[in-house]
């Protein structure tokens, strides 16, 4: 028996649900009968993102707020995206990190077991994995030595082995899906990417093309892979999406707990990208090679065969032209124009007060 028994429609708690993957996976469940109750403090999130299911605002490192959202929606399971994602600032900020992305899950743990709440799906990273001594071309299996490149890839790891002596200790029972590059956005054009600065390279090679932005730079163009520039395996977010539901539903054993890379299993270079965004637009990306950026690993391509065996999970839109051709859709939208490049206050109608 799983706790999607108990109730017709189980409320989950949707930490930074009002983020980039967060508020995808808010549709996704509410389309699958959950009921999505996202908490956020909208540091970083978009309000006018949450709009499958109720809206808390909130601060993970608040256990008084946290504990409030479970009684008031009888929360059953959660889903723990809230966090701090930018591996650059992480260099020079890490106190921040640890005290945000650990100090905040020390306290959603205890909050969810103090509620009897002891089903969690955690949203962490192939960054846990760094280069780690692979070859360039390798995928990357769930058993692959761990070694960050980043304090922001230290605090997800950090996150994981708590989680998993948890699921030992109490009973909790986790999935931790370590995402490869999520990339794309609801065809529906209502949410997708919008990150403040926005450092990721589809969202840039996108507005370059369309000449919203600057050039792009492409950060390195020696590495040891095929066409001398970085392999990663971009992830459509709706796949990455429905990972989440698969990941909440799956027949898991009281303490168990799994980590699960979601990727695809095929690396695109940074070139390929600035072509299928050409593609796209119907014009060339403006670029010029510079120099590598800092930790930034040659190739980070997924095994993903667990996910397949265990969630009984595959991706079924991510090609590159699928996630670039909804990526662009989503930048030229009303709500990106109004959520982005009118500031922070978007004039969305949002469904729930
Ligand atoms: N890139 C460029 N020019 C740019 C931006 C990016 O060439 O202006 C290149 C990067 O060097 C990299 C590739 O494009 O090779 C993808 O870069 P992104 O910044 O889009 O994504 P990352 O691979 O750096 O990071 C992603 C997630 C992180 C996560 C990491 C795990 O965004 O949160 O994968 O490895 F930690």
Redesign the pocket.
């Known amino acids: 028996m799983t706790f999607m028994d108990r109730g017709s429609k189980p409320a989950v708690l949707v930490t930074g649900g009002a983020g980039y993957i967060g508020a995808h996976t808010a549709k996704a469940l509410h389309e699958q009968g959950f009921l999505p109750v996202v908490f956020d403090s909208l540091s970083s999130g978009f309000r006018e993102a949450v709009r499958w299911g109720p809206f808390v605002h909130g601060d993970i490192r608040d256990a008084g707020a946290l504990a409030d959202a479970i009684d008031a929606h009888n929360v059953k399971a959660v889903i723990h995206f809230a966090g701090l994602?930018?591996?650059g600032r992480s260099v020079v900020k890490p106190d921040l990190f640890w005290e945000h992305n650990v100090g905040g899950t020390v306290t959603l743990l205890s909050t969810m077991r103090e509620k009897g709440v002891n089903r969690l799906v955690f949203s962490s990273?192939?960054?846990v994995?760094g280069q780690g001594g692979r070859a360039a071309l390798e995928t990357i299996p769930e058993a692959a030595p761990k070694a960050p490149a980043?304090p922001?890839?230290d605090t997800k790891l950090a996150c994981e082995w708590m989680i998993e002596a948890q699921c030992r200790a109490y009973g909790l029972t986790a999935v931790a899906l370590r995402?490869?590059?999520?990339?794309g956005a609801d065809p529906s054009g209502l949410i997708g990417e919008a990150h403040e600065p926005e450092?990721?390279?589809?969202p840039?090679a996108i507005a370059a093309a369309l000449g919203d932005g600057k050039p792009?730079?492409?950060?390195?163009s020696d590495f040891d892979t095929p066409d001398g520039?970085?392999l990663?395996d971009y992830i459509h977010v709706n796949d990455l999406a429905a990972a989440h539901v698969e990941a909440l539903k799956a027949e898991l054993a009281p303490g168990a707990y799994e980590a699960v890379n979601v990727g695809t299993g095929v690396g695109a270079s940074?070139l390929e990208?600035v072509e299928a965004v050409g593609r796209a637009v119907g014009r060339p990306v403006p670029h010029s090679v510079g120099a590598?950026?800092a930790g930034?690993?040659p190739s980070?391509v997924a095994d993903p065969a667990r996910a397949g065996a265990l969630l009984n999970w595959r991706p079924v839109c991510s090609s590159l032209d699928q996630i670039v051709s909804d990526a662009l859709r989503w930048e030229r939208s009303p709500q990106y124009g109004a959520g982005v490049r009118g500031g922070r206050c978007g004039t969305v109608q949002t469904t729930h007060a």
């Open positions: 994602i930018e591996v990273s192939a960054a994995y980043s922001y890839g995402y490869f590059n999520a990339a450092t990721h390279l589809i840039l792009l730079t492409v950060f390195g520039t970085c990663r940074v990208v590598r950026r930034d690993p980070l």
